[in-house]
């Protein structure tokens, strides 16, 4: 199924990561998420921000503890 013009497919984009020696591939996914953090910020902010504004955007780092 192809994207709308000026849209972009983002259910399943891949990116690779290093895994001790191994490569890995993955599948990114909530890209599009809008659900909000106990700080306000989106889930899929890293990408929603430069997307929303068209711009580059700063976003803290993300924490997994």
């Known amino acids: 199924m192809a994207a709308e013009p000026g849209k972009m497919r983002t259910a399943a984009q891949p990116y690779a990561?290093?895994?001790?020696q191994d490569i890995v591939l993955a599948?990114?996914?909530g890209l599009e998420d809008q659900t909000r953090d106990e700080n306000g910020l989106r889930a899929g902010d890293y990408y929603?921000?430069?997307?929303?504004?068209?711009?580059?955007c700063v976003v803290g780092p993300y924490l997994s503890c």
């Open 17 to 20: 990561a290093r895994s001790g």
């Open 48 to 56: 929603l921000c430069p997307k929303d504004n068209r711009r580059r």
């Open 27 to 29: 599948s990114l996914e």
